[in-house]
């Protein structure tokens, strides 16, 4: 696990990810032209209370990656069915 240091909101926080989270949040925060600073933070504003930083990033990363699969499988469906 990589531990890493953040601020968000002005203070500083730790956070302890898999290196893979770290690099599909690297990904998703490119994607969508933010920071990682900002993602973070935008994660940290839409997580709920009981839930750690920790674990709401990594289902914050899974929740896109099943979006980008059902829209590949959406898309892959419509192409079959129009054929």
Known sequence: MKKRSVSIAGHQTSISIEEP??????????????SLAGLIATIDGERK???????AIRLAVLAW???????????????????
């Open 21 to 34: 989270f770290w690099q599909a949040l690297r990904m998703i925060a490119a994607t969508r032209g933010q």
């Open 49 to 55: 209370a009981e839930t750690n930083l920790s674990s």
């Open 65 to 83: 990656y099943q979006a980008k699969l059902e829209r590949a499988i959406g898309t892959e469906t419509a192409a079959v069915s129009s054929e």
